[in-house]
Every structure is written in C-alpha cells, then in structure tokens.
C-alpha cells in the first residue's frame, strides 16, 4: 500500500457552533505506524482555534491526546477503543 486510504472522515456541527472531526487513515505498516492507521479527531470549541481535545498519532510522537491544553501519550487499542475514549474525553470537556 503506498497511499493513504480514508477508512473514516466525518464532521458535525452541533446547534452552538461546536465541531467535531474524525478522520482515519489505512496506511503501509512501518516502523513509525506499526498499526498500518493513522488518525485526528478533534473536538473544536465554537469560536475557538485550538481543538479543546485532540486525539492524534502523528510521527515521531505517536499516539497521544491534548485535552483541554494537556498532552499525553494515549494506550492505542483499537479503532473503536479509540473513538470510546476520544467522545468521553469530548463529553467531558462539554460539561465544564
């Protein structure tokens, strides 16, 4: 496989404005994505730039999340284990 190939891309917009972007990969499998996926969800507060958590596993960090300005290294299971915790994580930063 020598091109990227969308497994999934899906973008709402919710009725205050907030966004929320989910976008996977299929990729080769190589030494940076062991796991032949990479991905970006993003849930972006409306009128805001910075996504308020982002799940991401670009080379060379690997797979990490920010939520709410904080980075950390993310336990990649799998893709529905990922799309779990990235709306939890969204949830949450919508109750505060």
């Known amino acids: 496989m020598s091109r990227?190939?969308?497994?999934?891309?899906?973008?709402?917009?919710?009725?205050?404005?907030n966004i929320v972007e989910?976008?996977?990969?299929?990729v080769a499998v190589t030494l940076h994505d062991a796991?032949?996926?990479r991905?970006?969800?993003a849930f972006v507060r409306r009128d805001?730039?910075?996504?308020?958590v982002l799940y991401d596993n670009h080379s060379p960090?690997?797979?990490h999340r920010h939520v709410e300005g904080v980075?950390?290294?993310y336990q990649f299971v799998d893709l529905d284990r990922l799309i779990v915790d990235?709306?939890?994580d969204v949830e949450r930063a919508l109750e505060k």
């Open 22 to 26: 989910l976008v996977v990969w299929r």
């Open 39 to 41: 991905y970006r969800l």
């Open 4 to 17: 990227a190939m969308v497994v999934l891309r899906e973008k709402h917009i919710d009725a205050t404005g």
């Open 61 to 63: 960090k690997g797979h």
């Open 71 to 73: 980075e950390e290294a």
């Open 86 to 88: 990235f709306r939890a």
């Open 35 to 37: 796991g032949g996926i």
């Open 48 to 52: 805001e730039e910075v996504p308020a």
